[in-house]
């Protein structure tokens, strides 16, 4: 996790009294299945205690106001008054492509005019669009773009992101956006968990080899990724047009000889048999569009989060989005994330996306809430630090100006998030 640099002097005890709602989404730390994603652990009128960047208690007010570190550290301690607002855990967004340069207008016209996502590809678009722009651009150009999303993240509740590359395909350009990651992450207060996205598409110098391509990421990338400790994660888009499932298991199996933890993104448009990837124990398998029923069992057995990104069947217009329904009653631990993306997913929203879950994929909005906070961490491994509100953790936390919980995804494409409190500290909301 890519922590930022800054020191500023707010004090670091910290209380949070008079919330209305306190959604503290504690339990242990595993990825909540089937109905215990419904359970948000609701504190009404409620208060937290932080110091030094962790949570130290949280829980009814009456109590809270009576702990002995309250009246230990009264004369040190600085107030947020919450008003009767609902807090919860800052989101964390698990799945993200920040390292891009331009938007895609004219893919987005000619999707209106109703070429599909494999056309556009076909015909230049898509992803190999991006790739262009990437490699002309300098690192700070890039991280500067990176961080203009995190910031954007940031003002709508979210404190943890995940990063990939993926748009400089080349190892020099994929290393460069990874630095890019690093760097704007230094200048932003929240975590970034970075991921080497090399095996997005094959670039076009490749096409006519591109097992050679697989080589280089393998052989060349993925240990020099390592050494440099510039990503945790090795990602593959295993689908039609990109990469096989062959060329995803010699990833995987090269991302494991170097110490770096897999992921994948699966079955958004055609099904890929997920059981030999299970082996690799990925902490996430994304998208999730069509999964083959033999293996919604084997997920609901695995530790494997499914990252479902309603933000893409949206954007691409779908009439079909992920079945969360069936994932969540097999007992499949699902998270949330935007999948912030120049091509299928422009939004830093996550409310936005809970937004989604609830009308398209039928999600309760207590299920969308856990799924885009403790089990989203799940996904990350980083559930011993994020995604919920419990002592020890970070005191990451998102302070949403309404009174029930649920309006944050009723309000749709509407930002009430007021505050944000990130490692214990008051974020300043109005830059940019
Ligand atoms: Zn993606």
Same mark, same amino acid.
């Given at each position: 996790?890519?922590?930022?640099?800054?020191?500023?002097?707010?004090? /670091?005890?910290?209380?949070?009294?008079?919330?209305?709602?306190?959604?503290?989404?504690? *339990?242990? %730390?595993? /990825?909540?299945?089937?109905?215990?994603?419904?359970?948000?652990?609701?504190?009404?009128?409620?208060?937290?205690?932080?110091?030094?960047?962790?949570?130290?208690?949280?829980?009814?007010?009456? &109590?809270?106001?009576?702990?002995?570190?309250?009246?230990? !550290?009264?004369?040190?301690?600085?107030?947020?008054?919450?008003? @009767?607002?609902?807090?919860?855990?800052?989101?964390?967004?698990?799945?993200?492509?920040?390292?891009?340069?331009? /938007?895609?207008?004219?893919?987005?016209?000619?999707?209106?005019?109703?070429?599909?996502?494999?056309?556009?590809?076909?015909?230049?678009? @898509?992803?190999r669009s991006s790739i262009g722009p990437v490699r002309e651009s300098s690192r700070k150009a890039? +991280? @500067?773009?990176?961080?203009?999303?995190?910031?954007?993240?940031?003002?709508?509740?979210?404190?943890?992101?995940?990063?990939?590359? *993926?748009?400089?395909?080349?190892?020099?350009?994929?290393?460069? %956006?990874?630095?890019?990651?690093?760097?704007?992450?230094?200048?932003?207060?929240?975590?970034?968990?970075?991921?080497?996205?090399?095996?997005?598409?094959?670039?076009?110098?490749?096409?006519?080899?591109?097992?050679?391509?697989?080589?280089?990421?393998? &052989?060349?990338?993925?240990?020099?990724?390592?050494?440099?400790?510039?990503?945790?994660?090795?990602?593959? $888009?295993? &689908?039609?047009?990109? $990469?096989?499932?062959?060329?995803?298991?010699?990833?995987?199996?090269?991302?494991?000889? !170097?110490?770096?933890?897999?992921?994948?993104?699966?079955?958004?448009?055609?099904?890929?048999?997920?059981?030999?990837?299970?082996?690799?124990?990925?902490?996430?398998?994304?998208?999730?569009?069509?999964?083959?029923?033999?293996?919604?069992?084997?997920?609901?057995? +695995?530790?494997?989060?499914?990252?479902?990104?309603?933000?893409?069947?949206?954007?691409?217009?779908?009439?079909?989005? =992920?079945?969360?329904?069936?994932?969540?009653? +097999?007992?499949?631990?699902?998270?949330?994330?935007?999948?912030?993306?120049?091509?299928?997913?422009?939004?830093? +929203?996550? =409310?936005?996306?809970?937004?989604?879950?609830?009308?398209?994929?039928?999600?309760? /909005?207590?299920?969308?809430?856990?799924?885009?906070?403790?089990?989203?961490?799940?996904?990350?491994?980083?559930?011993?630090?994020? *995604?919920?509100?419990? =002592? @020890?953790?970070?005191?990451?936390?998102?302070?949403?100006?309404?009174?029930?919980?649920?309006?944050?995804?009723?309000?749709?494409?509407?930002?009430?998030?007021?505050?944000?409190?990130?490692?214990?500290?008051?974020? !300043?909301?109005?830059? !940019?």
């Amino acid at each position: 996790m890519i922590r930022n640099r800054h020191r500023d002097r707010q004090s /670091p005890y910290l209380l949070l009294p008079n919330i209305g709602q306190l959604l503290t989404l504690r *339990g242990d %730390s595993t /990825p909540r299945r089937g109905s215990a994603l419904n359970e948000v652990n609701l504190i009404q009128d409620a208060a937290v205690l932080c110091s030094g960047g962790k949570i130290i208690a949280a829980g009814p007010q009456r &109590e809270m106001l009576r702990h002995p570190w309250v009246k230990k !550290n009264r004369r040190k301690l600085a107030e947020i008054d919450c008003r @009767g607002r609902v807090v919860l855990p800052a989101f964390v967004d698990c799945h993200t492509h920040p390292v891009f340069v331009n /938007p895609r207008l004219v893919d987005f016209e000619k999707r209106i005019n109703g070429a599909h996502y494999e056309e556009i590809a076909a015909a230049g678009g @898509g992803i190999r669009s991006s790739i262009g722009p990437v490699r002309e651009s300098s690192r700070k150009a890039l +991280s @500067g773009k990176v961080q203009v999303a995190l910031e954007a993240m940031l003002r709508q509740g979210t404190a943890t992101v995940e990063a990939k590359s *993926g748009y400089g395909l080349s190892a020099k350009d994929e290393i460069k %956006s990874l630095e890019a990651i690093r760097d704007a992450a230094q200048h932003w207060p929240g975590a970034v968990s970075p991921t080497l996205l090399a095996a997005h598409v094959v670039p076009p110098e490749f096409t006519e080899k591109p097992q050679a391509y697989v080589e280089l990421i393998c &052989e060349e990338l993925i240990p020099a990724v390592a050494r440099r400790k510039l990503a945790h994660y090795v990602d593959v $888009f295993c &689908e039609r047009g990109a $990469f096989t499932l062959e060329q995803t298991h010699e990833i995987f199996a090269a991302a494991h000889r !170097n110490g770096l933890d897999t992921r994948a993104h699966v079955c958004q448009f055609t099904p890929t048999l997920l059981k030999e990837l299970l082996a690799y124990k990925p902490a996430s398998l994304d998208h999730m569009d069509c999964v083959h029923q033999d293996d919604v069992a084997l997920l609901g057995q +695995s530790r494997t989060v499914a990252v479902l990104l309603p933000g893409a069947s949206y954007f691409l217009g779908h009439k079909e989005y =992920p079945d969360a329904r069936r994932l969540i009653d +097999s007992g499949v631990p699902i998270a949330l994330a935007t999948d912030y993306n120049p091509g299928t997913s422009p939004t830093p +929203s996550m =409310p936005f996306i809970m937004s989604l879950a609830c009308t398209h994929m039928k999600l309760t /909005p207590a299920e969308a809430i856990a799924a885009g906070t403790i089990n989203a961490a799940c996904a990350l491994r980083l559930q011993d630090r994020k *995604g919920s509100i419990e =002592p @020890g953790k970070d005191a990451d936390m998102a302070v949403f100006d309404v009174h029930d919980y649920r309006e944050i995804a009723y309000w749709f494409a509407w930002n009430r998030c007021a505050e944000m409190i990130v490692a214990g500290k008051r974020q !300043n909301l109005d830059g !940019n």
